[in-house]
């Protein structure tokens, strides 16, 4: 199970001995790591662990719900979950070295045993329909030409009632992008949606819109505060090669609205 374009811009060979090297150089010990110590490396989307907390909080997670983190890149999002909600996650992601990383970071903080991950693709789900409460989706679909698959395939493995979290880039309509981006080294990589065509490819596919938050504004100031940052050895650049000037493109697209930041919570119907 293979995507040449997907894997060459996540696949780098680096990921896990670049974020082994930043952690040692921050001073974490291996041997005694804590969910905590990853937060400022391993949340690959806009506005990071800030973005993640919203939509937990948006949900209301119980211990009894079934969570499946879709696109999970090196398990932000899943370790958050399961580390905070005490509930039984599913991560996939398309990118092996992805799957491994998040895997071995699992391990190092103790989370191995309520977290499942496994190398799948989002648009071909391999799990038996109903089989979760709750599906993630965050920074997906700039990767997936194909939406109505991505949304048609969450809505299967949800249960009815159960919600996709999602928080997601689209185009803001007009303009020029500058690339490299985190999620797309050069144009053909990216497959940007509108605000309305990405909320007509999420309920076409059987949900039913129950938030829509566009956070722009807050993302773009966000953006802005942290590349103001002094160097720091744990962040995104310890395992995305360019991200400075990726995470400045990304900046400068927000602030000047040719990008929008959308949160959205929708119920399967």
């Not at 693709?121 to 038996?128: E, H, I, R």
């Not at 802005?224 to 900046?251: I, Q, R």
């Amino acid at each position: 199970m293979t995507n040449p374009h997907i894997d060459a811009q996540y696949s780098t060979g680096v990921s896990r001995r670049g974020i082994e090297n930043a952690l040692i150089a921050a001073g974490k010990d291996l041997g005694h790591l804590a969910p905590e110590d990853l937060w400022q490396l391993e949340d690959f989307h806009t506005m990071g662990r800030i973005a993640t907390t919203q939509l937990v909080d948006l949900i209301g997670i119980t211990s009894e719900t079934e969570v499946l983190d879709a696109g999970t890149g090196i398990g932000g999002t899943a370790r958050f979950v399961a580390d905070r909600c005490q509930c039984r996650v599913t991560a996939v992601d398309l990118t092996e070295e992805y799957c491994e990383t998040a895997g071995w970071l699992n391990r190092l903080v103790g989370l191995d045993d309520g977290i499942t991950v496994r190398q799948a693709d989002v648009t071909d789900l391999p799990f038996a329909g109903a089989t979760f409460d709750v599906v993630f989706s965050q920074h997906v679909q700039m990767n997936v030409a194909d939406k109505g698959s991505l949304y048609r395939e969450a809505r299967r493995v949800l249960v009815h009632g159960g919600r996709l979290a999602m928080w997601d880039i689209t185009s803001g309509g007009s303009g020029e992008l500058g690339y490299p981006l985190p999620w797309a080294d050069q144009p053909g990589l990216s497959y940007l949606a509108t605000p309305d065509e990405l909320r007509a490819a999420v309920e076409s596919s059987g949900f039913a819109i129950e938030v829509w938050n566009d956070l722009t504004d807050q993302a773009a100031a966000i953006m802005d505060m942290v590349l103001s940052l002094p160097p720091d050895p744990l962040g995104l650049h310890a395992f995305v090669p360019g991200f400075a000037e990726k995470a400045e493109n990304l900046s400068t697209g927000l602030a000047d609205v040719r990008l929008r930041a959308i949160q959205c919570l929708a119920r399967a119907s």
